[in-house]
């Protein structure tokens, strides 16, 4: 390694601890918004109705830290950044990359928006993620030694996947499509296979038996309503999901996504690996694409699909115009950490710009939603983390003043009510 490879290198890896220290201040600062609320109020008391890795995971950080503040609230979150930089570097050594490329991976995976945010603040998309990483690498590894342990292995990461959110189904869907795909390894490792899928429905037991013999609330919710769907025919489902993943991924990371997905489109890459990622890619663009006929769009679910493509980005590494989109991503998420850990009055004076204007209004897209008090853009939700606290104690000490006795305060605002319980 030459010096001015030597000092990009160095530099590569101050930008990722810039990235891990502006996360965690963020964490150290910032009031609950309502979902994280609303997971602590659940952890209480979880059931594996709803995530319940998330839930359990909020309950053994309370436990072990002997404390309910946001920080450790957020703690699984941030600890996921740590475990998923040794996942991609053991990925990264599974697809044969350098050290250079190994850090371009990291780099360029940490400066996707979403990534940022379900590693800083806890969802239970935090650990979908952290799963389908973990999957993929143990789908790697069969490729590379095909030893009977992965095959287990990677039956536990999916099962995790799904106890983290009803979406890490796909995992198992795309391995069996792959599979099956080829005979001669379906009837080669039966035996694996047969570990897996046991393994697999093993692990999501819980979630199975509760819907099967408690009232299955969630999936009712999303199966058989109206929830979360757009009515306006399949050209403003498919509309809404362009405009969603714009908003999800924002500028550089959208052109860089739709840039390497036309290039892996075109370039067929030789290596058995390669190829699996790129096919596993293609597969689960498709899959949500299709979806998306429903109506029930959420800009969110669709990202577990990027995650392949992600892995094989170092590929494209002497590529002028994906290092160009790389360098940009990477200078527009450390732009938007540094904002989160702004204040109210200067994250709304920046959001008075024109162009981020435009880009603050894709919260819209993100989560397109009716009810009057939902959020109208991304500055506004978080600006409102800085206020919850003081605003809900303000509410309470009103109605201590007034010396009106009361056992319980009822909301009719879904969102707020957690909070309330967390503040008051």
């Known amino acids: 390694m030459n010096g001015n490879n030597k000092l990009l290198y160095c530099t590569g890896w101050f930008v990722i601890a810039a990235i891990l220290f502006l996360k965690t ?10 979902d994280e609320a609303l997971y602590w109020m659940w952890s209480l008391n979880p059931d594996s109705s709803y995530s319940l890795i998330t839930l359990l995971s909020i309950k053994l950080s309370t436990f072990i830290f002997s404390s309910h503040s946001e920080f450790v609230i957020r703690f699984p979150a941030l600890l996921s950044n740590l475990i998923l930089i040794f996942l991609l570097v053991l990925i990264s050594k599974e697809l044969g990359f350098e050290s250079e490329k190994t850090l371009l991976l990291i780099l360029s995976f940490f400066s996707v928006p979403l990534v940022t945010i379900y590693t800083n603040f806890i969802s239970p998309d935090t650990f979908l993620l952290l799963f389908t990483v973990m999957t993929y690498y143990f789908w790697l590894k069969l490729i590379t030694v095909n030893k009977f342990r992965f095959y287990l292995l990677s039956g536990l990461s999916m099962g995790l996947a799904v106890l983290s959110k009803y979406q890490g189904v796909l995992l198992f869907l795309l391995f069996l499509i792959i599979t099956l795909s080829d005979r001669k390894s379906f009837t080669k490792n039966f035996k694996g296979l047969a570990s897996t899928f046991s393994v697999f429905i093993l692990t999501i037991s819980p979630v199975v038996l509760w819907n099967l013999f408690q009232e299955p609330v969630w999936l009712k919710y999303y199966l058989f309503t109206n929830a979360e769907t757009i009515n306006g025919g399949i050209f403003k489902s498919l509309t809404a999901f362009l405009f969603s993943q714009f908003s999800i991924l924002l500028p550089f990371v959208f052109v860089l996504v739709i840039y390497i997905t036309i290039l892996l489109w075109i370039d067929k890459p030789p290596d058995k690996k390669y190829y699996f990622l790129r096919l596993a890619y293609f597969i689960t663009i498709c899959i949500f694409f299709t979806a998306t006929i429903s109506g029930k769009i959420k800009g969110n679910w669709y990202f577990i699909s990027y995650i392949p493509l992600l892995f094989l980005l170092p590929y494209f590494h002497s590529n002028k115009i994906f290092k160009t989109l790389t360098l940009l991503s990477v200078i527009f ?62 509410i309470e000490d009103e109605i201590q003043k007034s010396n009106t006795q009361y056992d319980f305060i009822v909301s009719d605002d879904y969102c707020l009510l957690p909070l309330m319980q967390y503040y008051g």
């Open 25 to 34: 201040k963020a964490a150290l600062t910032l009031d609950l918004f309502e």
């Open 333 to 394: 998420n450390l732009f938007l950490l540094v904002i989160i850990n702004l204040s109210s009055q200067n994250i709304s004076s920046i959001s008075n710009n024109k162009i981020i204007n435009y880009l603050n209004s894709g919260f819209q897209d993100y989560r397109p939603v009716t009810e009057k008090n939902s959020d109208k853009n991304w500055a506004e939700r978080i600006s409102k983390m800085n206020f919850w606290k003081e605003n809900i104690r303000r």
